[in-house]
């Protein structure tokens, strides 16, 4: 779908084409594309000649002598075409206007979404569709006016921005691109964004227009009437469909996600979103008493979260199971559950399928977490075993690893009724280098209050 400065080149090269020639006659191959009344639209362009362009929000205008102006919407694959009169005409032509010298210019659109109308030029900016655009950003001196329509809404500040009514110019692509560079995640309410970081979105966004602009600027010196009039260019994006690749600024991966039904890529690291609470993530190796500290934790107003527990109601249904079984041969399933003790030992004789059972259970033990995070009214800790292996941890605001000797972890393993061999060994490669990744170690080699004295100091502070 063209963007605002995909229009903006199109705009220049029907300059280039167009500008001072003079309408003849109009075909209009498919009534629906024109809005009003179709004679009169073929009329009022009748012997008119187009004296100017403008660009509004994504609207083409084509200003005419006769007082009238051309109001044309690409959408999602409308084109121009520049032609010599006796051209054959294609399939997805859809109106010509055929021009006194032997020329004519033909909107072309496959997807046949694109829209035109004609009015006054008294009058064309205050009705619709145009009486429903707001500035572009260049029109803007300051954030006040984003300010003022964002201050009660709820509503993803990506959401917002894509609202043309409000400012116009910003598209899916350009959004994801600001939203980056000023480090907001495209979820964060509209409400909750300071002024000041609007001001800097305002910024990016005239920054990130003008790139692109310039980049589509150096098509138009090339451009060949052969070729559709079309805003189609490379622009370097930082972000936009740059899923699972490194971020540029924090080495994370990209994350995709759906804001509104609009797919979004973002930084997880870079654009947090203070709209959700906190969310602290604790790890350390079997029998380390995590469930301890995370006892001790809650007592700070913490919701816990236990992904153990998560994984076990995940195997409780069908969509996992049928997912795991494509993975592990005769999976065994008791009362419509995954029988854990067998899938243990299975693990045990084959340990190269576990990697590939943990690819699929981690990613749906994310989704309920970060599922969870959005609906909770307080601050979430997550224990999970893998949690620097996975999206847990650029998720986390804050880690907390809990270390542990081995006699304190026999006993623990112990005490749990555990077979201690068979967790030792489902757990042997448990990464302790990930201990250096914590914001915060919490040792386990002494008593409960020695524990909770630890527990205080990290968040009394
Ligand atoms: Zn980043």
Redesign the pocket.
């Known amino acids: 779908m063209p963007e605002f400065p995909e229009v903006n080149v199109v705009i220049k090269k029907l300059e280039l084409r167009t500008l001072g020639k003079t309408i003849k006659s109009v075909d209009v191959l498919r009534e629906q594309t024109i809005e009003g009344d179709l004679d009169h639209f073929k009329k009022t362009l009748q012997g008119s000649t187009i004296s100017s362009f403008e660009q509004i929000g994504k609207f083409i205008v084509f200003h005419l002598s006769n007082q009238n102006v051309i109001i044309s919407h690409l959408r999602m694959e409308g084109k121009y075409f520049f032609k010599e009169e006796n051209a054959p005409l294609g399939k997805h032509d859809l109106v010509v206007f055929h021009f006194v010298d032997n020329t004519k210019l033909v909107y072309n659109d496959t997807r046949r979404f694109g829209r035109m109308s004609v009015e006054s030029e008294s009058n064309y900016k205050d009705v619709p569709p145009l009486c429903n655009v707001g500035p572009n950003p260049f029109e803007m001196k300051d954030a006040s006016l984003l300010e003022k329509a964002y201050k009660n809404k709820s509503i993803a500040i990506k959401t917002a921005l894509l609202d043309q009514s409000i400012m116009a110019g910003l598209g899916n692509i350009y959004t994801d691109e600001v939203l980056y560079i000023t480090k907001v995640h495209p979820e964060t309410p509209a409400k909750m964004v300071s002024r000041s970081k609007l001001e800097e979105i305002l910024q990016a966004s005239k920054e990130v227009l003008l790139a692109a602009m310039k980049a589509g600027g150096s098509t138009i010196h090339s451009f060949t009437s052969e070729e559709g009039i079309t805003g189609d260019f490379q622009v370097q994006l930082q972000v936009y469909g740059k899923r699972n690749s490194a ?1 540029p ?2 080495g ?1 991966k990209f994350r995709k996600i759906f804001v509104n039904g609009r797919g979004t890529t973002y ?1 997880p ?2 654009q947090k979103n203070p709209g959700i609470p906190a969310l602290f993530g604790i790890t350390g190796p079997i029998g380390a008493g995590k469930s301890t500290v995370c006892e001790l934790i809650a007592k700070h107003g913490f919701k816990v979260l236990d992904c153990d527990k998560i994984v076990h109601e995940l195997y409780k249904t069908k969509e996992m199971q049928d997912k795991l079984s494509r993975i592990i041969p005769g999976l065994k399933i008791v009362n419509n559950d995954i029988d854990r003790a067998w899938l243990k030992s299975f693990l045990i004789k084959f340990p190269n399928k576990k990697a590939q059972l943990e690819k699929v259970v981690h990613k749906e033990v994310v989704d309920v977490v970060e599922n969870e995070l959005k609906h909770s009214k307080q601050p979430v800790l997550v224990e999970a075993a893998f949690l620097f292996e996975t999206d847990l941890y650029v998720l986390c605001d804050k880690t907390i690893f809990v270390n542990v000797d081995q006699k304190k972890q026999f006993s623990n393993l112990e005490s749990r009724n555990d077979d201690i061999g068979k967790a030792l060994l489902l757990n042997s490669n448990f990464d302790y280098s990930n201990m250096k990744k914590a914001t915060y170690v919490i040792n386990n080699d002494k008593n409960i209050a020695n524990l909770e004295k630890q527990v205080d100091a990290i968040f009394c502070k």
């Open positions: 971020c600024r924090c994370t930084c690291k870079c």
